[in-house]
C-alpha cells in the first residue's frame, strides 16, 4: 500500500526508522556502561513490614545512590504495586538494545549485596527482572529531512537516558508545540517554515534536558569518598529545607546547583515552568503575519 502525505513525523521512539533517513544513513547508539534491571512487588508486601511500609505510604520517588549504580523506586496503579529500576554497570557484550531481555536475579542482588538493609528487603520480594541496557546518541543537527517532508519528535530526535526522568514529558511538550504551531498552517507553503519554527522552539530546551539527564548519571553514582560525602550533605541539606518548606517555614538555603538537581530551584523552574502553548503563541505573535504573507492570494 502506499500512502500519499504533504508530511509525516516520525514519533517512532528511540529504535527510529524515521531518523536513519533524517540522518542519512544508519545512526547507531553508542553504550553508556550502564544497564537496568526492572522489577514490580505488589505493594502489600511492602505493607506487611514496619521499614518498608513507608515506601508506599508516603507518595514520594525514593532513589538510594552507591558507587557505579542508583535504584529508583517508587508505587504504581494507585499505590497497588511498586516499580524498582536499579541502575548498574553493564558487563554484557553487544550494543542491542532491548526492554524485554531477562535478568539474572542472583545477578542482581549480587550487586547491591552492601546497599542498605532497605534494598535487601525489596530485592527479596524480586523473583525475576528485566534487564535493559542503557544506550546512548548525540543530539541531531537537525530534526527536519533535508526535503521538508519528515520531521521527528520525542526520543526519535532527542533520546534521554532515565536518570532525570523527562523523556515522555520532552515528547509532549513536542507534539504540543507541533501541534499548535500547525493549527495555523493554511497552504502547502508553510509547512517547512512551520517545521523549522517548531525546531527552533524546541531544540535547545530537549538538547538541554539531555545534557542534565547524563549529569545525573555522573552525580548519582560517585565512588564512596570525599566527593560522594559533599554531594550526600549537599542532598541532605536541600531534603531538610524542603521539608521546612512544607511545614510551612521560610526556606534558609540558596539552592543553585545543589547536587539534587531536583532542589535547584532555578533548574525546577526552567524544567517544570514550561508552557508548550504559550511559548508557540509567542512566536506566532512575533513571526505569523510574516508567515502569512506566504499565503497565495485568491
Known sequence: EVV??????????????????????????????????????????L?????????VEKMESNIWMGPGGHIVGYTIRAKKEFNLVMVHPDEAEGGVESWTAEGN??????????????????????????????M???????WIHKDGKLVLLGDSCHPMLPYRAQGL???????AVLGNIFSHCSDRSQILPL?????????????ATQKSSSLNRYIFHKPDGPEQEDR????????????RVARGEPSTLVLAGNANQWADKTKSDIQFGYDADEE?????????????????SI
Open 4 to 45: 500519499s502525505a504533504d508530511l509525516i513525523i516520525g514519533a517512532d521512539g528511540v529504535k527510529s526508522v524515521t531518523r536513519e533517513y533524517v540522518v542519512g544513513g544508519p545512526d547507531k547508539p553508542r553504550v553508556t556502561g550502564d544497564a537496568a534491571y526492572r522489577a514490580i512487588i505488589p505493594a502489600e508486601k
Open 47 to 55: 505493607l506487611q513490614d514496619d521499614e518498608l511500609k513507608p515506601l
Open 105 to 134: 536475579v542472583d545477578k542482581m542482588r549480587e550487586n547491591y549485596k552492601r546497599w542498605s538493609t532497605t534494598v535487601q528487603k525489596l530485592l527479596a520480594f524480586v523473583p525475576s527482572t528485566l534487564d535493559w541496557k542503557l
Open 136 to 142: 546512548d546518541r548525540d543530539p541531531l543537527p537537525s
Open 169 to 175: 514529558a520532552m515528547a509532549i511538550e513536542d507534539a
Open 195 to 207: 517545521l523549522y519554527a517548531y525546531q527552533s522552539l524546541r531544540y535547545d530546551r530537549a538538547t
Open 232 to 243: 550526600d550533605r549537599d542532598m541532605r541539606a536541600a531534603m531538610e529545607d524542603a521539608l
Open 280 to 296: 508557540t503563541e509567542k512566536w506566532w505573535l512575533a513571526n505569523g503575519n510574516r508567515l502569512m504573507t506566504l499565503v497565495p
